[in-house]
């Protein structure tokens, strides 16, 4: 297959390039970038260099229809709303991974995004993409909603104990924590090395746009409605995401319980690793890898789990699972073009 990437200049963009060159059965056609149209893809990214040099190019939804299969729109929010339904109209196999199409409700997106919503009938129709929970209903279809990274991390760690009740829903607090990548490559006065370095904040509190896509998917697997507590914190670091998540016992499970319900669960997922009793997982065991590690603790005496999940926030929280859906669209190997060993150290 051929593929073209939209926002081929943003870090999602420049991280599909690097997995998608590894690929067996995927080549990268087509650069599409607004900002830097006419640029050369290595004068940007000099790392590039005699690995991909492509000239970036404006979006021509024809001319995407003529020489690719597959388009992902690794674009900022609000921006693919607009282009993907042309590609769609063309018959082109749309993996969307900005936030324009996770959220079913349109006044949800409005209210939590800031921007107007996409057409009612394309977000009913998209697919979201959380690939281990949602294979059957990505296999064979043609539109993905890629979820975001802190839901990627906070869903994978949430699912098993959801879809088992052995959790209370409404008892669940989500604390999150993101390099800097997470927010892009755009400038910005708070993502400046002397305004980063050594130091954490939160952020978002209470606001956070992956509020209501975590529900949305709580909702979906349990068929219960219940609102969480998540607070996001950025740390100084590029890559690396960690979701610290509680939530109440409704079963009294041990940890070495949860940890073969967990085990059993993610058997045939490849890219979720259970870590051990008394051992948890760190970004640094993920970095530059599609896998997300998962830690576990239930405390008999405060009636609550501990859940501690890390993933890569560009490849499993972004390029990496776009392409893993992609292969299981494509009925390929789900680990194709993703079986890359964590940068370590």
Known sequence: MKAGI???????????????TNHPSVEVEMLISHSTSGSDIQSLYPHLSGILERKLEDFDANELARRTDVVFFATPAGVSKDLLPECLERGLICIDLSGDFRLRDPEAYQSWYHRPPADHGLLQDAVYGLSEINRRQIAGASFIANPGCYPTAAL?????AIKDGAIDLNSI???GKSGVSGSGRKAAIGNIYSEVNESVKAYKIGAHQHTPEIEQAIEAMSGQSETITFTTHLIPMTR?????IYATLAKGYSTREFIQKYEQFYEKSPFVRIRPLGTWPATKDVVGSNY????????GRARRLTIVSVIDNVVKGAAGQAIQNLNIIKGWDEQEG???TPVYP
């Open 6 to 20: 939209v926002g081929a200049n943003g870090y999602s963009g420049i991280e599909l390039i690097r997995l998608l």
């Open 156 to 160: 994978l760690g949430l699912a098993p």
């Open 173 to 175: 607090i989500i604390d």
């Open 240 to 244: 690396g995401l960690m979701c610290t």
């Open 292 to 299: 997300c590690d998962i830690g576990l603790n239930a405390d």
């Open 338 to 340: 993703l079986k890359l």
